[in-house]
């Protein structure tokens, strides 16, 4: 194997390809990428058994080959190499010989053959907008269960049909929806577990194209682009009807200015992250949020509201409820309340799209 390419380029295909590579794994064979060159250009593998990720650059390839090199070494040593210089690589006694200029560098490599073939995407290739997708996640991530051990809750569960795209996730306090409008080939349901889902965001930030092509299959998750893809193993679990948790009706509607709550949340939080306790004064048009800790001492924020309902006192995870506004994209929010046992409702004003639902703390006092 023998080729040229320019540092950036491989660079970017090393950075894209490590997005399948775990450096925490206890396999070291996989902290391994694949480098490979062909009449097609150079092209990097990674994968941790249960992402794959791939990256194409064109390369002037003198001799075509395969070798699997340690993928932070090599980064390391091509991201302090000279910008717009190229960078030769030649498979010499053995080892992976890399060099610029005056700068040579001698790689031990694995045996190739024992590195994990890449996936091939299957099912039905469909098209979906990178920015949508991205937007999904942002919506949804933060009330995703990260912990492993709670398999059936431990991702996102990603479904499509003829009229949108949806993405729901919920650790079981908590729980966000998001709909885009989109129409697709065919419908199906599928939950990547958490890596994944951030994998997939990685993928749509590291990629420029406005739409990229995916699939599923029975097992597989595929993005790709023409340079660029991606494979997550998905997890069989049995499809929930979140709908029906979702409170129909309310007995007190609160709106107010999301920034507006964000900075007193964010003041609040000096002196304790969880709990806060909120009390809708529906004469005076007004919310109080009140926070104390033992340790600090105690706070109290005010912001103007406008109410519709009952008066109602509740205690919420300012965790929870600072997660739920951030990443909404108006700045005009709603909070329904049902009692203070029920769920609590947040939503973007005037955008059905996009759903959150958080449970209340129970008051010890």
């Known amino acids: 194997m023998k080729f040229s390419v320019e540092t950036s380029s491989i660079v970017t295909a090393l950075q894209r390809a490590s997005i399948g590579v775990n450096r925490k794994t206890p396999n070291p064979l996989l902290l391994n990428v694949l480098l490979s060159a062909d009449a097609r250009g150079v092209k990097v593998y990674g994968t941790d058994m249960v992402i794959g990720s791939s990256a194409r650059c064109a390369g002037d390839i003198k001799e075509e080959g395969m070798v699997a090199v340690d993928q932070q070494r090599l980064l390391d040593i091509l991201s302090n190499m000279p910008t717009g210089k190229k960078v030769t690589f030649a498979f010499v006694q053995g080892k992976l010989r890399v060099s610029c200029g005056k700068a040579v560098y001698n790689l031990l490599l694995i ?7 890449q996936i091939r995407p299957a099912g039905t290739p469909m098209e979906i907008g990178r920015t949508m997708l991205a937007e999904l ?9 990260s912990d492993e051990t709670r398999g059936h809750l431990y991702g996102a569960r990603f479904t499509m049909d003829k009229k949108q795209a949806t993405m729901t996730t919920t650790d079981s306090r908590r729980m966000a929806v998001g709909c885009q409008k989109h129409k697709s080939k065919e419908a199906f349901s599928v939950f990547a577990p958490y890596p994944s889902v951030h994998a997939i965001k990685k993928f749509c930030d590291s990629v420029s194209q406005d739409n990229v092509m995916f699939s599923a299959n029975v097992t597989h998750l595929f993005f790709w682009t023409e340079d660029v893809g991606l494979s997550s193993r998905l997890v069989e679990v049995k499809a929930m009807d979140y709908s029906t948790v979702i409170p129909k009706t309310s007995k007190t509607d609160v709106s107010f200015v999301r920034s507006t709550m964000l900075s007193a949340l964010t003041r609040l939080r000096v002196m304790s992250d969880d709990p806060v306790r909120l009390y809708c004064d529906v004469d005076n048009n007004k919310l109080e949020i009140t926070s104390s800790s033992p340790l600090a001492g105690d706070g109290k924020e005010t912001i103007p509201i406008g109410v519709k ?5 509740i205690t919420l995870s300012l965790g929870n409820l600072y997660d739920a506004l951030s990443v909404m994209s108006s700045d005009h929010a709603n909070l329904f309340f049902g009692g203070e046992r029920d769920p609590v409702l947040a939503k973007p004003r005037d955008d059905s799209d996009h759903t959150m639902l958080f449970m209340p703390i129970a008051d010890s006092s």
């Open 309 to 313: 309902g009952k008066a109602i006192e």
């Open 111 to 117: 045996d190739a053959s024992t590195f994990p073939s």
């Open 137 to 145: 996640i942002r919506w949804t991530e933060h009330a995703m269960c």
